[in-house]
């Protein structure tokens, strides 16, 4: 089982631009949450994905969107991208209706926004 | 809304030595609490969990007791070793679907 895979590792961008991350979640798993860790900061919840829908949000601005897919992986769109936006973007899978510790993440792809 | 709030780091120990990082909460209620780690090109693991007041998560040495009278989840390992270096972070539940929130987490280096 490879687990909570993410893509691509790293990747850098220019202010202005738009960004694609993607994310493949544990076999089984159906729901796909996003989280933003800034550097030195904690995770921040985004959103999370089930059933193809945004289930729930956090307290993102429009510019980040996403979409889920029928075999459950998901993509993380972020639109007009600011220098603030560069952080390590975790992905989290679960079964729908567990609880949130039995989530798994992802390692991660890190974004330079220059 | 419901908040964490852990001691800031880097916290460095030598081998052996005892280890407490203090972590307290704000919440409405009584929301689980769990310790995650992160090691450098990992994701993040949950190391222990405590559902309900009084409750002690423990794993691989590692202890935090849910106190509610302190609103504390403080982790403890009685020894630390070198493999113990990573970034830990304490959370809690949020109310809505799995979602989870985090404090900015502390660095652990422990040196031979």
């Known amino acids: 089982d490879a687990g909570v895979t993410q893509s691509p590792t790293h990747l850098i961008k220019t202010r202005g631009q738009q960004v694609t991350l993607r994310c493949s979640p544990k076999s089984g798993h159906d729901t796909v949450s996003w989280y933003q860790q800034a550097l030195g900061q904690g995770p921040q919840f985004i959103f999370q994905y089930y059933e193809e829908e945004e289930r729930q949000r956090g307290n993102f601005p429009d510019r980040f969107s996403g979409h889920q897919f029928p075999n459950y992986s998901s993509e993380l769109n972020v639109n007009a991208l600011l220098l603030g936006d560069s952080a390590l973007y975790l992905c989290?899978?679960?079964?729908?209706?567990?609880?949130?510790?039995?989530?798994?993440f992802g390692p991660g792809t890190r974004l330079t926004v220059t | 809304g419901n908040s964490v709030t852990q001691m800031e780091g880097p916290v460095t120990l030598s081998e052996e030595a005892f280890l407490t990082i203090n972590c307290t909460y704000t919440?409405?209620?009584?929301?689980?609490l769990f310790w995650y780690v992160q090691y450098p090109g990992e994701g993040l693991q949950l190391l222990l969990k405590?559902?309900?007041?009084?409750d002690k998560g423990s794993n691989k040495g590692f202890e935090a007791t849910y106190r509610k009278e302190t609103t504390s989840f403080h982790l403890e390992k009685g020894s630390v070793q070198v493999s113990d270096s990573a970034v830990y972070f304490c959370a809690l539940e949020d109310t809505g679907f799995q979602k989870l929130v985090f404090g900015t987490g502390t660095r652990l280096l422990v040196s031979p």
């Open positions: 919440a409405t209620g009584y929301p689980s």
């Open positions: 989290a899978s679960s079964i729908a209706g567990g609880r949130a510790y039995e989530q798994y």
């Open positions: 405590a559902t309900k007041a009084d």
